[in-house]
């Protein structure tokens, strides 16, 4: 492996003084930073065994890069991602003049049409609501399995009642569920807040949850300063993020959903996501207004949900137009 001269950065750092400006000029969050972090340490690796840098590859060497991501068996749509990522590293390189041209200009990806979300139907999530409910009132469970099960059919009710991203979710602050909250701010990509609207089933999930910590608190007054019941975050973990962890609430949600006598292929917190969008849509909600709850900036984005209200706008136009058969 070559190793860079002096006179010129290393790829690494390059990669560290790009990621900084996609976070402070682009307000891009930790999850996108490290995406990119992987997918450029991956081209490095790969421009590094054919004796080249960021500095100094050129459009054949990255066409070659795309053509081992094929051949290691990539989706389109990694590679999709793979060549976004590096047409932006070296827009970035243009811009600061550590390069004379962008290698990546003419380069096309791969083909790929935009696939449909996958949608579960509203009795798929009544069943999972209705499991998770069962499971925070049995009655042969313990304390500790009572709250788990108060937690997930929370994080459920407030999930579907609201859309927001699973980043969003779990980080919600103890400060969300307080009394008659009707809406709450939700800070989502690039630090941006918005309102979303809470309906009377998520509060009460959340009402039920934050008096069951209580309950565990007070039961539990002996413990060490820092312990879970004084966190900020309505739900709290030990780990390094000090809330639950989105893969953890993905491993739980797919447990539910086999409970549910659901596939849990099928099933996690986007699904959910997409349901709500899907769900507004297909009773009349307008498109703009799906497009403010779920934070998207461009309402291209939101139009993928349109697929679920094609047939609805359709019979619409049969059923409503003058000049329509009758």
């Known amino acids: 492996m070559r190793k860079p001269s002096a006179s010129k950065p290393s790829d690494a750092k390059l990669t560290g003084l790009f990621l900084d400006m996609l976070a402070a000029e682009q307000g891009a969050g930790p999850n996108t930073l490290d995406a990119y972090r992987r997918d450029l340490t991956d081209f490095s690796e790969f421009l590094g065994r054919t004796g080249h ?3 100094d590859a050129e459009t054949q060497t990255l066409r070659d890069y795309l053509a081992d991501l094929d051949a290691r ?3 389109s749509s990694s590679v999709a991602r793979r060549l976004s990522a590096m047409r932006h590293l070296f827009r970035f390189l243009l811009n600061e003049r550590i390069r004379t041209e962008d290698p990546a200009a003419i380069l096309s990806g791969p083909k790929r049409g935009r696939g449909l979300p996958k949608v579960l139907s509203i009795s798929d999530v009544d069943r999972m609501l209705r499991r998770a409910k069962e499971m925070s009132e049995a009655m042969d469970a313990s304390p500790s399995q009572r709250l788990r099960a108060l937690r ?3 994080l459920l009710e407030v999930l579907y009642a609201t859309g927001l991203r699973v980043s969003e979710l779990v980080s919600l602050p103890r400060s969300a569920a307080k009394r008659d909250a009707r809406m709450i701010v939700v800070r989502g990509k690039g630090d941006k807040e918005r309102l979303v609207p809470l309906n009377q089933a998520s509060r009460q999930a959340m009402a039920d949850y934050l008096a069951a ?3 565990a608190k007070e039961n539990n007054k002996g413990e060490k300063k820092g312990s879970l019941a004084a966190s ?6 030990f780990g390094e ?3 639950l962890t989105r893969q953890h609430f993905a491993r739980d949600l797919k447990e539910l959903a086999v409970a549910s006598g659901l596939q849990a292929r ?3 917190p986007h699904v959910l996501r997409h349901a709500f969008a899907s769900h507004l849509l297909h009773n009349g909600a307008d498109l703009r207004i799906v497009q403010t709850l779920l934070g998207h900036t461009d ?3 939101t139009q993928i949900y349109t697929h679920v209200v094609e047939e609805r706008l359709k019979s619409l136009v049969r059923d409503l137009h003058p000049l329509a058969e009758k």
């Open 73 to 75: 068996g990539f989706k």
């Open 241 to 243: 993020s000090g809330h």
């Open 232 to 237: 900020k975050w309505l739900f709290p973990s």
């Open 266 to 268: 099928l099933v996690s």
């Open 53 to 55: 840098g960021f500095t």
């Open 299 to 301: 309402i291209s984005t």
């Open 152 to 154: 997930l059919y929370c």
């Open 213 to 215: 910590t209580e309950a």
